[in-house]
């Protein structure tokens, strides 16, 4: 998937992937993808919530070899 930005906040643990996220997302545009990169498995609920409940749009979440990656469309 293309992405404009990618964040990298393995070795993180909540809330501070999500503090990061917050922060990213606030030097794009409308419409741009943020990649994430994450290690805490709490993430793939923390992000599901977090696009939720900022209207931001989570295109698509998954794991490999212990790494989680999202991709998230700011809204």
Do not use: H
Not at 65 to 72: A, D, I, K, M, N
């Amino acid at each position: 998937m293309n992405f404009d930005k990618e964040l990298d906040v393995r070795g993180l643990v909540c809330p501070l992937p999500i503090l990061r996220t917050k922060k990213s997302l606030t030097d794009m545009t409308r419409g741009q993808i943020l990649k994430i990169v994450a290690t805490d498995p709490a993430s793939l609920i923390d992000f599901q919530v977090f696009a939720e409940q900022t209207g931001n749009q989570l295109l698509s979440s998954a794991e490999a070899s212990g790494e989680f990656l999202f991709y998230l469309k700011k809204k």
